[in-house]
């Protein structure tokens, strides 16, 4: 129905910079989202088709390493949500080889200073989840996740009607994220 109601040309205002250039609507269920794409069709890894094919804003890889890259969330929890990958295609944290372990960690550092340098938040979350029932939607290819944090950020959880506001575009995240990058790696 919101979908009908956007693709409605007639009906939808006249698009400003707050509106997502992409018309995304971003939603905290997107699990059942993940879910039900997946279920009784066989579909390519998300991440390692990212991995293969290179930064992009399609992909959504802002940077990439020799064995793993950083990309943007598509379902964000908040503005510049990243998440650290192996490129090689694993659930196993154990598994990883020492030149992964240390590249996905070296990675992390590196998405952290590039969100605390695009966005200067009070906070930030950084976490791995294990298997489905550890909360992760795609349970079969590692991720880090990291969440910039403000203070009252009720945001990051939705309070009302399973409704957040992401007030900026995946096109514009990407483009901080990845001059914040680049500024990082000239010094």
């Not at 997502?20 to 069709?41: C, E, H, M, Q």
């Not at 659930?91 to 605390?116: N, P, V």
Request: charged share 25%.
């Amino acid at each position: 129905m919101v979908k009908k109601k956007l693709k409605n040309k007639k009906a939808s205002p006249k698009k400003t910079k707050a509106v997502s250039k992409r018309d995304t609507l971003f939603a905290p269920w997107r699990l059942n989202y993940i879910k039900g794409a997946r279920d009784g069709v066989k579909q390519d890894c998300v991440f390692c088709w990212a991995a293969q094919t290179g930064p992009s804003m399609e992909t959504l890889l802002v940077h990439q390493g020799s064995q793993c890259s950083i990309i943007l969330n598509k379902f964000p929890y908040n503005n510049g949500h990243l998440m650290v990958i192996p490129h090689r295609h694993t659930a196993d944290f154990d598994g990883l080889t020492r030149d992964e372990f240390e590249e996905i960690h070296q990675l992390l550092k590196l998405a952290y200073q590039a969100i605390k340098r695009a966005y200067n938040p009070q906070g930030l979350n950084v976490g791995l989840n294990l298997g489905r029932v550890a909360g992760s939607g795609i349970d079969d290819h590692l991720h880090y996740h990291l969440v910039p944090r403000w203070g009252g950020d009720t945001n990051f959880m939705p309070v009302i009607a399973h409704t957040k506001i992401i007030s900026e575009s995946l096109d514009d995240t990407f483009e901080k994220i990845k001059k914040a990058i680049d500024e990082i790696r000239r010094n």
